[in-house]
């Protein structure tokens, strides 16, 4: 501007253009007033330069919460379809469990009638049968009474209860098994191998024993033991005979046939022969007679 007192020059070295630096280097006018407003228009622009940087930032940050607003808008569509389908989803599966229960109550209501049909046959069927039974009750009451009194006779018999049972001794000689002194075999042949066989213990120590099983109670009348004919009735001699825990007899000579009556009321489900003596035991047959088999209520009331 013509009016205003100032002088411009180059820097020396350097060239005024677009693309090198340029300094220009005012020198400070002379007017006081043109320094003034030169001054305040300096602080405008520094002023109107900080404005700027300011609103640039204040312009970033909005477009940072700008970015953060979309960010948050495209999660509540997420969330929304989401929440969408998992009404319809709801919406489906009550559609499908009214389908279901109308017929789960077509089945229901079938097997209410069947149930019904069924009770009414079974009281038809339940008033023809109690009036059957009413008929037959009492010959069934007079079958049972001489049924009882069968039974009564038979228990009351003194008979053979040892046969076939089950037997066992501590020790066995080879085929020698315990089975043989009750498998009903005991006649005067000298076949011991064929048609008259004979248990045998193993051990020629003290206290053999062999022990017949009942199966029951029974009340105890005779004890019968087969000894062999040929020979080792001397080995038995001192071999205790017991019914249960109640000794009814000790050997003491060496006939074929040993008979153990017992004396007193004696109930067992076990008969025992015990050697005291160091020895064998080898009979052809054990023989046990006595009545019942009793409860343990008839037992105990003798």
Known sequence: SSGINAEWSLRPGTVCGNSQEVELKRFPPKDPEISTLLQELTVLKQELREEALTLREEATGLQKESLSLREEILTLRKESFQMQKEMYDLIKSQRDQTTNSSGAKEVLTDLVQEVKELKSLVSDNQETSLQQCAVQLPQVQLNLVKLLKVVDVMRSEVRLISQQKLAWQNSTNGEW????????VYTLSRGYNSDNPFQHTANNLQNNV???????TFKIHTVKLWNRLDCC???????????????????TDQRHLLNFPVQDTVYASKVYLRNRNTGYMMFIELQVFGTGPYSDDEVLSG
Request: hydrophobic share 45%; proline share 3%; charged share 25%.
């Open 233 to 251: 009735k001397e080995r038995h001699i001192g071999v205790d005979v017991f019914a249960g825990e109640t000794l009814i007899g000790t050997i």
């Open 177 to 184: 098994q315990p089975d043989f002194v009750v498998d009903g």
């Open 210 to 216: 062999v022990m017949v099983d009942l199966g029951a």
